[in-house]
């Protein structure tokens, strides 16, 4: 069973970094495009940036482009999301999700989600 669980979130300063990560588990068909999106409170859903099961392609929303970068290792099953000079509207609930990546992967069709995971950026 395809599992995702995103982690590493908590408070932070505006200013500040912070690394989120995004564990997989359970694939039959081997790596799956990632993306990560967000979601504030009485908002929609926000695309963040996503990469492809191969890793050779990225691409990034406007959310937060400059300022976050996407990596991930297959061979432990794991993405990541490193985000810097955060600022309160980045308050949100992060969540690392299966979609197609693709330029407009913030418009596809999620076809799996996972645990997220709570990023608060206050002083």
């Known amino acids: 069973q395809l599992r995702v669980v995103a982690s590493g979130g908590g408070l932070v300063h505006p200013g500040g970094p912070l690394r989120l990560s995004c564990e997989t588990s359970g694939s039959t068909d081997g790596p799956k495009d990632i993306a990560w999106i967000r979601q504030a409170p009485g908002k929609q859903t926000e695309g963040i940036s996503c990469?492809?099961?191969?890793?050779?392609?990225?691409y990034y929303a406007d959310s937060m482009k400059g300022r976050s970068t996407i990596s991930r290792d297959n061979a432990k099953n794991m993405v990541w999301l490193q985000m810097e000079g955060l600022k309160p509207e980045d308050t949100a609930v992060y969540y690392c999700?299966?979609?197609?990546?693709?330029?407009?992967?913030?418009?596809?069709?999620?076809?799996?989600w996972g645990q997220g995971t709570q990023v608060t950026v206050s002083s």
């Open positions: 990469m492809t099961r191969d890793g050779r392609n990225t």
């Open positions: 999700v299966v979609v197609e990546c693709d330029r407009n992967f913030h418009h596809n069709r999620i076809s799996f």
